[in-house]
């Protein structure tokens, strides 16, 4: 069974601080992804990777970067945490080709900056 | 930027009934995709359609791409309480974009 994993379900974090939030995979799928999901506005592409140590912006990826030094793994960073970061955040794969679009999620990382 | 609206919004329906959910775009697209997303979760594709005109049936689901493929329906026949869920559909071309959902609830 496939299976995306995020390294956890909830966080709280203060104003300032660094947050990581990380994302595995075991599908050996080369895209992964960054969305965030806010009440009424659907999920917002961040970053995606389509190779180990590729990157690309998504249509919000300001106040985050991103890192992908494994195949498996897919990280976000907040680098100075504001509370218009507080979210869900999903991490998604899939495989190249055709296959782009059909994304498998993780269960998500609802986050809350204080 | 391709924009998808999702019609309606929210959903509170009784189980047995049957219930039609929309999306629909200026945009043309190549495919459309379908996902529920479960609360505390994240979503889970259920089908994807390219073909302008394509219905598949997953089941009491339905889904219907529109002949010119910018819109696109998931009518849902006698719903249960496991129907409940965020119904989200999501435009491709050469980007993606996601509409913000159908909130759907089924009450046993």
């Known amino acids: 069974d496939v299976k995306v994993t995020q390294s956890s379900r909830y966080l709280v974090k203060r104003t300032g601080e660094k947050v990581f939030l990380e994302c595995v995979q075991d599908m050996d799928h080369e895209n992964m992804f960054w969305y965030r999901q806010d009440p009424g506005l659907g999920l917002r592409l961040i970053y995606f990777?389509?190779?180990?140590?590729?990157?690309e912006k998504g249509d919000i990826p300001e106040g985050y970067s991103v890192s992908r030094e494994k195949k498996e793994r897919f990280s976000l960073i907040l680098e100075s945490a504001s509370t218009n970061q507080t979210s869900m955040y999903l991490c998604?794969?899939?495989?190249?080709?055709?296959?782009?679009?059909?994304?498998?999620f993780g269960p998500g990382t609802r986050l809350t900056v204080t | 930027t391709q924009l998808l609206e999702q019609s309606p919004q929210f959903l509170s329906i009784q189980e047995g009934e049957n219930l039609t959910v929309y999306c629909n775009s200026s945009?043309?697209?190549?495919?459309l995709q379908w996902y529920r997303q479960e609360p505390g979760e994240g979503p889970v594709l259920l089908v994807t359609v390219v073909t302008g005109g394509e219905v598949k049936k997953l089941k009491r689901l339905t889904f219907q791409f529109g002949d010119a493929r910018k819109d696109s329906s998931l009518h849902i026949t006698a719903a249960q309480p496991g129907d409940t869920g965020l119904y989200l559909c999501?435009?491709?071309?050469?980007?993606?974009?996601f509409g913000a959902g159908t909130r759907l609830t089924v009450k046993p």
């Open positions: 945009s043309v697209f190549s495919s």
């Open positions: 998604a794969s899939s495989s190249p080709g055709p296959f782009f679009y059909e994304q498998y």
């Open positions: 990777s389509y190779d180990v140590k590729m990157k």
């Open positions: 999501a435009g491709a071309d050469n980007d993606m974009r």
